[in-house]
């Protein structure tokens, strides 16, 4: 009676069993001392193992088993598990782990031969992630590249345009620097110093002191970053203004106070200020629901209370622990994904061999697609296999990391955390550098308004002196002055009042292009003016001078003769000016000063001003200067050798001698300063003004005004009988 019972329920248990797939487990549990160890993430994945088993909408028909091998964190032992799990057998139909990249990278490489998925829990080295080498890699845990996205957008988050990259010189850190400093540029950030460095960073950071950089990105383990910290203090690389940004996420909680550097606690405390970390997030919200139905608290709860009971219950629970739990579920989502597809190809997991292309491009098809809510968040895949997760962006407050916001991969966007602020001194975040101001320097307003006035005044004086000598010209003592030779020298001087206000404009004024060529016409007009006036006086004293010296003969020198001289002084200044202006114009340069720094608004302002000159200025200037140097030289000796000279008939000799004097004394001095001092251009154009309206008024004056006195004199004796040129000339030549 019992036995169709029995069979009956013998049948039903046999329906009812599932089929074991096994999973080959990949662990560091015996390493030596310094070598990652991943022994306390079995409890986490044996409980996840369980969970999936006890899922009823997972792998119904399937129940996970997990073969553990010891990896010992070597390449040799890696090679060896990977060996011996090909040689058993039972088929794997994926590998979980390893937790160490000596282990995990030979295991990456021989894995697609046997079209065998890996899927690691806590490798987040940047070369596995490349598929030429590593096709069937996964992992649950992001790549550190992947951590370079979040550190660029801290960058436009804080608007920090220029930035350093400092590693430690490990093949570690490579790959990493390299993938920041290229998004960095990518990104428009200009990455003014990459360097790297073995045991002492000395040198690297005077260079990041010698470039005024601010901040900086440290790519470098945690007992180096002490070392970096460290001569930061010692080289006074430190204070309000520096920044680092570490990835001190994987580093010891208040790891600068381990006493392996020559730096005090408060020392080490004081370089490293409000410092930014970054660190892929290690666990999700303690009251989220994962794909497990159990909360995050729930589950890290039951693995402390799993490691407490295993063998490793002498080890810390690991950091990674959450990306070993999502790995087991992510291997059993893709299976539980491909048993559709694989029967409408008349395939079955269990049938997997090791030679099963189909069903390893299977796998790795629907793993890249799945989207679930793991214990360490959100779990999501790139398009090359890599984990897309959330990056926490901290800041160093106090002696405590506070949490800023997050990063996601994804959105590549960053959510601030909710009631907590960055901090920093002086309520604002450092500048990435100096804010650089060019701040061009024009010629004070006041003292060219005043400058041009006296100019106008000058011109305005000029003009009366012009009337005056042209309505009176007939009149004989006007008349016996050289009235032509008076009009070219009041001319003159209205062109170098002209110059002057000419020199006076700049670009506060006018366009760089007007201004080009007011330059250009400046040098021009004053030239003429020049000539003109001290070109009249010049042939004035040459005429009394070839009077006297032959004044036994009878001489008579024109007007138009001395007029002939001004012309060919004339048209010696067109030959110089236009030679120049057509082999090496005029054209305005700039002039830099020292630079002015505000420590306190960290600016500096960087003055300059424009200034008209030529590639040979100093060539043609000494030209010009030269045969006009001459002239006064010239003119100041027939000056002093017709001194006393006193003829009614050449009633303006005496004036002219005083007026060439007077252009010649005060040019002599002033040039020569003026050339020493022209970087002074605010000087040089205040000198240069009153020497021009100094010369050019007082030579007017010494010449016109007594003629305006004799003019009124001259009216009260109009009745006085005239005499002419030659008999006064007789009458006192004796006198000489």
């Not at 969970?51 to 909408?57: E, F, L, T």
């Not at 005056?468 to 001087?493: A, D, E, H, Q």
Request: hydrophobic content about 45%.
């Amino acid at each position: 009676m019992f036995a169709p019972i029995l069979c009956f329920v013998l049948l039903i248990n046999a329906s009812l069993a599932k089929i074991t797939l096994t999973i080959g487990g990949v662990f560091d549990i015996d390493t030596k001392e310094g070598l990652a160890n991943s022994a306390a993430m079995i409890p986490i994945v044996r409980m996840a193992i369980r969970d999936v088993n006890a899922c009823p909408k997972t792998l119904t028909d399937y129940e996970l088993e997990l073969d553990i091998k010891d990896a010992k964190c070597t390449v040799g032992d890696a090679i060896h598990v990977f060996t011996e799990f090909i040689r058993e057998k039972k088929k794997k139909l994926m590998i979980l782990g390893p937790g160490c990249s000596e282990s995990a990278e030979p295991l990456a490489r021989g894995c697609p031969y046997y079209n065998l998925v890996q899927v690691a829990i806590a490798n987040a080295n940047p070369a596995l992630s490349c598929k030429n080498f590593f096709p069937t890699f996964m992992r649950t845990i992001p790549p550190e590249h992947f951590q370079n996205q979040g550190r660029v957008a801290m960058t436009k988050l804080f608007k920090w345009k220029r930035v350093a990259v400092l590693r430690e010189a490990l093949d570690t850190y490579q790959g990493l620097a390299n993938d920041l400093v290229k998004r960095l540029k990518g990104d428009g950030v200009t990455v003014s110093l990459y360097e790297s460095f073995e045991k002492d960073p000395e040198l690297q950071i005077e260079a990041l002191k010698k470039k005024d950089l601010r901040v900086v990105f440290g790519i470098f383990s945690e007992k180096a970053a002490r070392r970096v910290i460290c001569v930061s203090y010692r080289k006074w690389f430190y204070g309000p203004k520096v920044v680092w940004i570490l990835m001190a996420g994987g580093y010891q909680p208040k790891w600068w106070t381990h006493k392996d550097v020559n730096c005090t606690e408060y020392e080490m405390r004081s370089a490293l200020g409000n410092h930014l970390s970054t660190e892929a997030l290690m666990i999700g919200t303690d009251k989220q629901e994962t794909v497990a139905g159990k909360t995050v608290q729930e589950l890290y709860d039951e693995y402390l209370m799993e490691l407490s009971k295993s063998p490793h219950k002498d080890k810390d629970p690991h950091r990674d622990a959450a990306f070993a739990y999502d790995a087991v579920w992510t291997i059993a989502l893709t299976l539980n994904k491909s048993i559709t597809v694989l029967q409408q190809q008349n395939m079955t997991l269990e049938e997997f061999d090791y030679n099963n292309t189909c069903m390893r491009k299977t796998f790795m098809k629907y793993a890249k697609t799945l989207s679930f809510q793991g214990m360490s968040g959100l779990v999501e895949f790139y398009k090359n296999s890599d984990r897309l997760s959330l990056l926490n962006i901290d800041q160093l407050q106090g002696n405590e990391y506070k949490r800023l916001g997050t990063y996601s991969m994804s959105k590549k966007v960053i959510t601030a955390q909710q009631g907590q602020t960055a901090l920093w001194e002086g309520n604002k975040p450092p500048k990435c550098q100096i804010k650089k101001l060019r701040l061009q320097r024009y010629l004070p307003e006041n003292v060219v308004h005043f400058m041009d006035s006296l100019f106008a005044f000058g011109i305005v004086l000029s003009t009366a002196f012009l009337c005056f000598n042209f309505n009176y010209r007939n009149v004989r003592i006007i008349r016996m002055s050289s009235p032509n030779l008076n009009n070219i020298i009041i001319l003159g001087c209205i062109l170098i009042y002209a110059s002057g206000i000419l020199i006076g404009i700049d670009e506060e004024n006018v366009s760089a292009k007007v201004n080009a060529k007011v330059c250009q016409a400046s040098t021009w007009v004053a030239s003429f003016g020049f000539t003109m006036a001290f070109g009249a006086l010049f042939s004035k004293t040459w005429r009394v001078h070839r009077i006297f010296l032959k004044k036994t003969q009878r001489m008579i020198i024109q007007d138009y003769q001395l007029i002939l001289i001004v012309v060919l002084l004339l048209i010696v200044d067109t030959c110089i000016l236009l030679t120049w202006q057509l082999t090496d114009p005029l054209f305005l340069a700039i002039r830099k000063f020292p630079t002015e720094i505000d420590p306190v608004s960290d600016i500096a302002v960087y003055p300059f001003q424009t200034y008209c000159t030529s590639n040979n200025e100093s060539v043609w200037m000494g030209l010009v200067f030269g045969y006009k140097g001459f002239l006064l030289v010239f003119c100041t000796y027939l000056a002093w050798e017709t001194r006393k000279v006193h003829i009614p008939a050449l009633n303006d000799s005496k004036q002219i001698g005083f007026a060439v004097y007077n252009i010649v004394v005060p040019c002599a001095i002033a040039i020569p300063l003026l050339n020493f001092l022209k970087s002074h251009t605010n000087l040089v154009y205040a000198l240069s003004a009153v020497l021009v309206i100094f010369c050019t008024t007082v030579t007017q004056c010494l010449i016109f005004i007594p003629k305006e006195g004799q003019f009124e004199v001259a009216l009260l004796l109009s009745g006085t009988e005239d005499r002419n040129f030659s008999d006064l000339i007789v009458k006192r030549s004796t006198a000489l």
